[in-house]
């Protein structure tokens, strides 16, 4: 096998967007046809179309024949590499005649449109050229014009280009790879290919010795303003940096264009900013680097060897259910992963019955995505700070994602839209931060000073977001807090609303926060699903009642023994994601296994339905009840256990009084673990008005528009919320440690004016969707939004001057 198709022509890549639409056809041609007009580079076409159709008759993935076949004769290794199709519509596409890539236009059209069906991966895949081309690789970004077939397997791709001379492998973190196993010739687990003018940021260069060079490519989403002007890139301005210096800033950035590569374990103190004096006593929790590269981060599974139990002050029952929810909202995620977004009518053919790897994300079977590392930073903050700094989520949600920090690959993957818009809006406010108070951007994310704590907006989130994301990490807190009730379900709510501005998303994690908390204090399964749950700790809420959404589920919506067939949805919108959760957990027969199988094969985001159902149910079941066939496979099990046992420890020692909460918090009663909650002066929240620091909203103003733009109920709902709506109806607001956060009202939908389209909250979360949701984002310019990386960090040695 000669594997040329993996093999670049060393054409220079282009620096503009070419137009794709020249490639439309009036009627889609079968492959015979498409083939014809390219006969004259292609010998024995129709021997080979044939022998490809006859292949190709029982086409997998929705496919049709010709267009599974178009694919098969794509990859198709001939014995006269010159004669295959893969490298000759390569030459095509980088002729510099029109007319020869013309003549490949219907066969185009028939491959595109079968590559389009597959579902896109995030991956890490490798690809190749003979000689050092680094001189071609000096912009910030460029576009390959044509398709790409591409391995995963650096390795094989090293033995494709042999040992003699001057050799380059392009590393490429992708986001929207194809795989093509199901209707390659070879039915190689390894083959990704890329569809044409894939976006590219080049990363850097390394030198593997022997004349072997890499040069590191992410691709990222094309930004709306290159496709409306199809004009040259701009530069870029959020580059990272790589090197073997962790405290390295790249000299041709501004100031406020810096990004650093920290290393978050022990601190000198003495030479940190006076304000910036944090340090974590449990340092193995921490953000820490290989002794041999600094820029390859060590994963959670390789911080186990240096972890420490603490002292064994808490209750043993209690810290078995708080291991079975976070061990379960790992399980959970992990059973989920390898088909996340496949719709219901993929999983009916193709249930899922056990844990696996592979799929979606290519991971090891036990691995998790992005709800268990978010919520992994959760808990390493609650842990770490001794108390609920949202601060500090913020920072550890920012080193997952810039870093890959709690992730079980070592980068950051499977970010979701909204997610990724408050990160990176963090990261704007902590800029200008950095220059009001003159604090160093390698000194932020350490801030320790409490009034500064406070002043810090912490709410990145655009208001209207009601995406999953919230609810996926939600565990730690209640798990953390369930002495307390009332503070538990408080900043549960507070938890989201950091990256997820809608009421519904608040009050989602309110409401599934006393559900955990109910389960650690030993409700029965039958309280905790009891239809009047609300108003039988209704004090738990602070007297707070719950949007008309919530409040439907939180009095039993979700008991529908028809499930899918009844309108339960695994879908990123959190109220669907909720009640999906919930279904799962009351119909899973007392068995965590039949629960979270439920839960996944609901279909579309599998491993966050899941991972919210485990949750709960492993803090309901406890930890010795998980399924033993799937925990001896949990990805960094020995790491969780101990967390675990830190946030009961610390749980245990928490108290209101020594918050940097209790200001704001202050109203709430100091109860006690024994559940007797005191009737004294309630949390209120302002249900009228909206205070910040300088004016007042009222359900009227023109932010409560704005706001109201991202909630776009699906037609199976709107006849139920238009039941709920009310003229005129007033947002609520839930106080912040510095100025009120308003909440629009949970029903509203506006059509986005420059769109066709309104704006749905509930594919916030969809890595998939995430160029739409920053097509609307109001809070960041494109260009500084940075891609995350979906496959482990390298490092470069050289970059572009």
């Not at 066969?107 to 389009?116: D, G, M, N, S, V």
């Not at 291991?323 to 989920?336: E, H, K, P, T």
């Not at 993929?346 to 992005?370: R, S, Y």
């Not at 719950?546 to 339960?568: F, Q």
Request: include cysteine; proline fraction near 5%; charged fraction near 25%.
């Amino acid at each position: 096998m000669t594997s040329e198709r993996f093999i670049d022509t060393g054409e220079e890549p282009i620096q503009s967007l070419p137009s794709i639409d020249e490639f439309q056809n009036d009627r889609l041609l079968s492959l015979e046809e498409a083939i014809f007009s390219v006969q004259k580079w292609i010998p024995y076409p129709n021997q080979i179309v044939g022998y490809a159709k006859k292949k190709s008759s029982k086409p997998k993935d929705g496919l049709t024949i010709d267009e599974s076949a178009s694919i098969y004769v794509y990859a198709m290794e001939k014995a006269e590499p010159e004669h295959s199709i893969c490298l000759q519509l390569d030459r095509a596409f980088h002729s510099k005649e029109k007319i020869q890539l013309q003549s490949w236009f219907p066969y185009i059209e028939l491959f595109l449109t079968a590559l389009k069906k597959l579902p896109s991966i995030k991956c890490t895949v490798y690809r190749g050229v003979r000689g050092d081309v680094w001189d071609q690789y000096q912009q910030d970004y460029i576009w390959w014009r044509g398709f790409s077939c591409c391995t995963n397997s650096v390795t094989q791709m090293k033995k494709i280009l042999g040992s003699k001379g001057k050799r380059t492998i392009f590393e490429i973190h992708c986001i929207n790879g194809k795989n093509v196993q199901n209707h390659s010739s070879l039915q190689d687990k390894n083959e990704i290919v890329l569809m044409p003018n894939t976006y590219l940021r080049v990363l850097g260069k390394r030198n593997l010795g022997s004349e072997l060079y890499m040069i590191g490519l992410q691709e990222e989403q094309i930004p709306d303003e290159i496709i409306a002007s199809s004009e040259s890139l701009p530069p870029s301005s959020t580059k990272k940096i790589y090197s073997n210096e962790p405290h390295l800033k790249d000299t041709n950035q501004s100031n406020g264009q810096q990004s650093f590569i920290q290393t978050c374990g022990m601190r000198d103190l003495s030479k940190a900013h006076p304000k910036c004096q944090f340090q974590a006593e449990q340092y193995w929790f921490e953000c820490q680097y290989h002794a041999d590269d600094n820029q390859l981060i060590k994963k959670p599974d390789e911080l186990e060897r240096n972890i420490q139990d603490p002292p064994p002050k808490f209750n043993s029952d209690v810290m078995k259910r708080i291991q079975g929810s976070i061990i379960g909202m790992s399980l959970g995620d992990a059973l989920g992963a390898h088909v996340e977004f496949r719709p219901r009518k993929f999983l009916l053919e193709h249930p899922v019955e056990d844990l696996e790897g592979g799929g979606t994300w290519g991971l090891e079977k036990g691995q998790f995505t992005d709800d268990t590392s978010m919520a992994l930073c959760l808990a390493i903050s609650l842990v770490n700070r001794h108390d609920f700094v949202l601060y500090d989520q913020l920072v550890r949600y920012k080193w997952w994602y810039k870093n890959g920090y709690m992730s079980s690959t070592g980068s950051c993957f499977d970010i979701g839209a909204a997610t990724k818009q408050s990160i990176c809006e963090f990261e704007r406010r902590q800029k200008q931060f950095t220059t009001k108070y003159d604090i160093s951007l390698d000194q932020i994310d350490f801030l320790s000073d409490s009034d500064l704590l406070k002043n810090f907006d912490v709410y990145c989130s655009e208001d209207g977001v009601a995406g999953n994301g919230a609810l996926m990490r939600l565990a730690p807190v209640p798990l953390f807090f369930y002495k307390f009730p009332q503070y538990a379900i408080e900043l549960s709510g507070r938890s989201g609303m950091i990256t997820h501005g809608d009421r519904k998303a608040y009050d989602a994690c309110r409401y599934y926060g006393a559900l955990i908390v109910a389960a650690l204090h030993n409700e029965t399964k039958e309280q905790l699903l009891d239809n009047h749950f609300y108003s039988k700790h209704e004090e738990w809420f602070s007297n707070n009642l719950l949007c008309p959404e919530i409040m439907n589920i939180a009095e039993g919506s979700y008991k529908r023994k028809g499930g899918y067939d009844e309108g339960i949805r695994g879908k990123g919108y959190i109220v669907d994601a909720l009640e999906a959760a919930l279904w799962a957990f009351w119909c899973d027969g007392d068995s965590f296994e039949k629960g979270a199988l439920a839960a996944v094969n609901l279909g579309d985001d599998t491993d966050t339905t899941a991972a919210i159902y485990g949750q709960l149910a492993g803090a309901y079941y406890g930890y010795e009840k998980l399924p033993q066939k799937w925990i001896k496979f949990v990805y960094a099990k020995k790491f969780m256990e101990c967390l675990s046992k830190w946030i009961a420890y610390e749980g245990e020692k928490w108290q209101p009084n020594s918050s940097i909460m209790h200001s704001v918090l202050s109203s709430l009663p100091n109860n006690d673990s024994s559940m007797e909650l005191s009737t004294s002066p309630k949390f209120n929240i302002n249900t009228e008005q909206i205070h910040t620091q300088n004016m007042t909203f009222s359900s009227g103003s023109h932010a409560s528009e704005a706001s109201a733009s991202q909630n776009k109920p699906s037609e199976s709902e709107k006849e139920l919320q238009q039941n709920r709506m009310t003229a005129n109806k007033k947002p609520s607001t839930i106080m912040q440690t510095t100025a009120s956060r308003k909440l629009p009202p949970s029903n509203s939908t506006t059509i986005n004016k420059n769109r066709n389209y309104a704006i749905d909250t509930r594919t916030m979360d969809s890595p998939q969707r995430s160029q739409r949701a920053q097509t609307n984002s109001q809070v960041l310019p494109k260009s500084n939004i940075p891609s995350q990386m979906s496959a482990k960090k390298p490092t470069y040695t050289s970059k572009k001057p």
